[in-house]
């Protein structure tokens, strides 16, 4: 048992079945404040799952799920999670496809969420230039007010995270962000969220090993809904179970 | 007594089993006419007593006009009518039909006399009708006629044919008519007190009227007794409602599940909600409209077949325009399914007023076979044949459908491109070909489900709109992607609408249905059997 | 002035340019009614004068499923419902103010009520005698019913064909209910034989002048609403849920409340129109909640293009428009013609007339900026150009 305090992410015992089939069992998971992780492990193994149950799109069926030490993140929806500071890119890139770039960073931007707010929000200075930062480190400046459905891949998954950036979160979680990506872009993507881990607290799904060694960060591998091995990316590399089921003989 | 042969009876049975109200006329006539011969009063005693022996209640208003002196001979032909009518001319009245035959000079008829002997022989034929009767059918049917109309003066014949029964069922029957007759009598408390209970397990509409009608003379014991009774009957009475309330549901039920479940294919299949549906039902009621024409110009007597010959018909032109809308617009539309709904209103709309402008604005007759009219009864339930057998087709039509979905490679294709497209895409089904077949499917169901509805629905070109937001109801409290949700569904609204009826009205009751729909869908987004998965929630 | 008032509210050109059309059309029209000799050739009958003005409630309420609709992606198929809630509304006070005009000269009571033996008014037909209250009630009643069905709803996550399913249930359900005698609306018959509104008489020409400029104001201030709406923050919020509700969510937002607010404030608007309808047409019955006129309003605002504000009102317009040509010169072609309107408009005109316009002009106007963009090389920033921005 780890202590809550000090941790920002804290999964115990998180158990969630679909019909019947257990996606995740007894996982869990901790995360300090400050850290980051990436997350290995083969296809199905519920990482994308344990994201769900973090940000409240899946409820477990037992299990502890904390989010900065005190708050029982089962008792909240998604639109509570987000503004309590968790912030998501999804394994497939979804953005706002029928607006401009800019106008889904606009949206992201940490502000008042609810109706009445919005409604009455105003464009101001203070968030163009947000805006414009934002666009200059995801790389879409030039694409500022073009509408995000003639994005690349890439593209898009690289607004998902200024997005995030946008949000402003304490909390990101990120899933799977190279896939579609150039080599020259893994390694752009990865000393971006270094960069990012540097101010907040980061998970990263990731099956490119080439872009988790780069992350250089401690390694959580799950297989089947549960922690398989856990530590620096050699020792898990090594570790014969992970080979085993994920890295391949 | 034996006159009246076996054959007779077996018919009239039969008939009368298959609900048709009909009665072996020729022999009964030929009982009647002899009175023209009868020379003295014990000749037509003897008329009486064969006439009561045929239990055939169609004698009894020939026994009253005896009784009244208005049967009358005509001289010409020694045929014997009914007369009604005072002075020179008189209307002559068929005996056995109650038909005006036209009229007559009072010169040219004579009454057959009577005399009070014979009024009481006739009375108690009456009363004791075929109570004697050869057949134990025809004496089960007197007794429950005499339950009916109860009479005091019928006891002795009553009690005469009891002590002879040999059928427990008959003699139950007439135990029971004895009971009802008690009640009405001068017998003594200790009989009524028995008869009350022996009325009470009869548990009718009748048993219920005379006991009400008896509780007003009783007193002491036997009116405690007595509003036991009726307590009790009312009870039972209640049940029955109930029963009868469920029939009705079942019947509308299995109405909406011919009507929904072809909706419930396409929409489940390929997303989209066909709002043309109720209009392939008004083909298909169509369609047995243009057999029947057909039929009755050029083959009549091919008519008890022409829901047969409608059929398959109806089927293929439905499931023929469905499928010429799939490869003509919806294909275009996939994955649009608002629009789809649109473009398919638009359809409706086109294939509403096409009917219009060929068969005319007005109602179309569309007869029934003969074995599908009448009706029977099971207790205190009254079923009509033609709901019975819609009930028997809609089943049939689900089985058919259920077998096709999980039984056939077609099936397996449908439901491998309801649960996941793409997949079953890139797996070599052909998915376009998959959404036309499935799309004629549906269609054609409708199509059945119009023949069936041309039975107990008028004929116009908006039948279809009658049904089709009954139809969503069902889909959408039903869910999708099973069979069985559309099954549920439908039987659940149909039986929910026929409960709430008797305490909200007709319309409120449908109001209160469709609320709770709205409010269903609140709990349950996606119907009662919905299908799960991520494929879903995208 | 106005456009300059609209300008400075940050209102496209073309916005404004639709607003100033209807408020001119709202003065020349009654103008050219009142003003000019009938045998002027420029002269407007009043019953096209009524006419007109029933087209512009149509425009109003086709705009009102615009904003749902359009931006949000609800395709109501009951907006009939909440334009025959404000018509009846409406309707209850023109019966109030018939007085003792009626066959059964009661002062308080409708005649369909004494014909019914009522002994008195029903308490929900209190307080419509007053001008100010029937006017609350036109937005409060399609409002509140907006907001407790998509409050429900919404938040229970009906989506696509179900919502629309829905929201035909309820219109279906109102229009049985409407059409009960003890329901207490006039059945059958509704409500119809009114006499005058605010002391005028509905049939004159001036208030039949006058009612038709109040539906260009009420339209124009729709637009207005609309725009205002759909341009702000807000606006690309609606979008956003629409196109993807749950990744709304996932960045705080509350899908269901942004809906639920559009849902209500086109109800309103809806209830607004239905109300200037009923005293122009002089009748209002419960077939205005037949979910076919619901489903007829879809189709004015897929003509016209939805998304686009202007396009619903150019498509209420000429549908309605080809509608009175049709069913005065071939009548049963007049559902033909309809049909294959929703056929073709689905399948060649997905945008609509408005919307597939837009797009021939901004795919013109975008590759002049490619072009344009080439030159300067891809690398700098371009200049912010408003392309494809609803
Ligand atoms: N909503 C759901 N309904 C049914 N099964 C689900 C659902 N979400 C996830 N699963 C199943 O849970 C397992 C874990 O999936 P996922 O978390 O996406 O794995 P991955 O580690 O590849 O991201 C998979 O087998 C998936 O099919
Ligand atoms: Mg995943």
Known sequence: MVERAGTILYLDGVSVAFDGFKAIQNLSFVLKRGEMRAIIGPNGAGKTTMMDIVTGKTRPDEGDVYFNGTIDLTRHDEADIATLGIGRKFQKPTVFESLTVADNLSLALAAPRDVFSVLFARESSGRARRIDEILE???????????????????????????????????????????????????????????????????????????????????????????????????????KRVIEVYLGR | MRLAGPLTFAVAIILSLAGVAHSQEKPLREIVNSFAEARNFNQTEEIVAELGATGDPAVVPVLRALSEG????????????IVSGRGKTLTIIDPLTGEMVGEEGKRALSKIRVNNGLRRLIRDT???????????????????????????????????????????????????????????????????????????????????????????Q?????????????????????????????????????????????????????GVINMAHGEMVMI????????????????????????????????LTAGAIGYALERGIIRFLYGRPLETLLATWGVSLILQQAVRTIFGPTNREVGSPSWMSGAFEIGQLTITWNRLYIVLFALAVFAVLLFVLNRTSFGLQMRAVTQNRRMAAAMGIRTPRVDAMTFALGSGVAGLAG???????????????????????????????????????????????????????????????????????????????????????? | MISGYLARNGLEGRIIATIVLILAAGVAVPVSNLVLDPSHPLHVPTYIVALLGKYLTYALLALALDLVWGFCGILSLGHGAFFALGGYAMGMYLMRQIGTRGVYGNPVMPDFMVFLNWKELPWYWHGFDQFWFAMVMVALVPGML??????????????????????????????????????????????????DILGFDVQADTTRAALFAASAVALAIGVIITARITGSHFGKLMIASRDAESRTRFLGYRPEMVKLFAFTVSAVMAGVAGALYVPQVGIINPGEFAPANSIEVVVWTAVGGRGTIIGPIIGALLVN??????????????????????????????????????????????????????????ASAAEPTPVGAE
Request: hydrophobic share 50%.
């Open chain 1, 137 to 239: 480190i995801v790389r879409l400046g030039h694409r500022r007010e073009h509408v995000a459905a003639n994005l690349s891949h890439g593209q898009k998954q690289w607004l998902e995270i200024g997005m995030l950036l946008a949000q402003d979160p304490k909390l990101l979680l990120v899933d799977e962000p190279v896939a579609g990506m150039t080599d020259a872009e893994t390694e752009e993507t990865a000393r971006l969220l270094r960069e990012i881990a540097a101010t907040h607290s980061v998970v990263v799904v990731e099956h490119d090993m080439h872009f988790v060694r780069e992350l250089d960060v401690k390694v959580t591998c799950l297989h089947e809904g549960s922690v398989l091995s856990e530590g620096s990316l050699d020792h898990v590399s090594s570790d």
């Open chain 2, 70 to 81: 208005d049967l009358h001979v005509r001289k010409s032909d020694n045929q014997v009518f």
């Open chain 2, 126 to 216: 009456i009363g004791g009708l075929a109570l004697g009767s050869p057949d134990p059918a025809a004496r089960l049917r007197a007794a429950r006629t005499l339950i009916s109309n109860p009479d005091a003066s019928s006891l002795p014949a009553i009690e005469a044919a009891l002590e002879k029964e040999t059928d427990p069922e008959v003699a139950a029957g007439m135990m029971r008519a004895r009971a009802a007759a008690i009640l009405v009598s001068e017998r003594p408390d200790a009989e009524k007190s028995e008869a009350i209970t022996a009325v009470a397990a009869i548990s009718t509409q009748d048993a219920l009227s005379l006991l009400l009608g008896f509780r007003g």
């Open chain 2, 218 to 270: 009783a007193t002491g014991e036997l009116r405690e007794q007595v509003d036991r009774a009726i307590a009790r009957v009312e009870r039972v009475q209640s049940y029955w409602a109930m029963a009868q309330n469920v029939w009705y549901g079942l019947s509308l039920g299995s109405v909406l599940l011919l009507a929904a479940i072809g909706l419930a294919i396409t929409f489940g299949v390929m």
């Open chain 2, 284 to 315: 298909g009621a169509y369609v047995t409209f243009v057999v029947q024409e057909i039929i009755r110009t050029s083959a009549p007597w091919l008519f008890d077949w022409s829901l047969a010959i409608a059929l398959p018909l109806a089927f």
């Open chain 2, 451 to 538: 023949v069936a509805l041309s039975q107990i629905d008028n004929v116009s070109p908006n039948l279809g709109q009658g049904y089709i937001i009954d139809s969503f109801m069902v889909v959408v409290f039903g869910g999708v992607g099973n069979l069985w949700g559309t099954f549920v569904g439908a039987l659940t609204l149909g039986i929910a609408n026929k409960f709430l009826e008797p305490y909200a009205g007709a319309v409120l009751g449908k109001i209160l249905v469709l609320v709770f729909i709205i409010l269903f869908i609140q709990k349950r987004p996606r119907g009662l059997f919905a299908l799960k998965g991520r494929a879903v929630e995208a």
């Open chain 3, 146 to 195: 907006a907001f407790v069905f998509g409050w429900f709803a919404f938040r229970s996550r009906v989506t696509g064909v179900y919502l629309s399913i829905i929201t035909q249930a309820m219109t279906y359900a109102l229009m049985l209910a409407f059409f009960r005698n003890d329901m207490g609306f006039g059945g059958n018959n509704g409500l119809t034989d009114f006499k």
């Open chain 3, 321 to 378: 428009g080809g509608k009175s040509w049709f069913t005065g010169v071939l009548p049963e072609f007049w559902l033909f013609a309809l049909g294959g309107l929703f056929v073709f408009v689905t399948l060649f005109l997905p945008k609509g007339i408005v919307g597939t316009l837009q797009d021939h002009i901004g795919r013109r106007r975008e590759k002049r900026q490619a072009e344009k963009a080439e030159e300067a090389e891809a």
